[in-house]
Nanobody, 122 residues
């Protein structure tokens, strides 16, 4: 398994940008599919974005497509989520996750970080 630690969350205003980072430890990071998920207060955890181990393929939830970008640097064992044009409805705890399938399904990801809070004020 991969151990994951998110950073970069915070309080921003609508329209601002923020970049989340997820530092991974473990020999399997470079071969792991990595994803970002989020959970708003009172709601279930939802898919945000996923990237293949090589970084060649990505997939986004419709709600963030065109605003968020997932990327990874295997030399640094880090995956990123660049979030632009943030909206109040993006407010949530954001989790990075590692898995073995290029998927948006939560059960396909076996390693999870502790989460980073993102709050967007209107």
């Amino acid at each position: 398994q991969v151990q994951l630690v998110e950073s970069g969350g915070g309080l921003v205003q609508a329209g601002d940008s923020l970049r989340l980072s997820c530092a991974a430890s473990g020999r399997t990071f470079s071969t792991s599919v990595m994803g970002w998920f989020r959970q708003a207060p009172g709601k279930g955890r939802e898919f945000v974005a996923v990237i293949t181990w090589s970084g060649e393929s990505t997939y986004y939830a419709d709600s963030v497509k065109g605003r968020f970008t997932i990327s990874r640097d295997n030399a640094k064992n880090t995956v990123y989520l660049q979030m632009n044009s943030l909206k109040p409805e993006d407010t949530a705890t954001y989790y990075c996750a590692g898995g073995s399938r290029f998927s948006r399904a939560i059960p396909d990801f076996g390693s999870w970080g502790q989460g980073a809070q993102v709050t967007v004020s209107s």
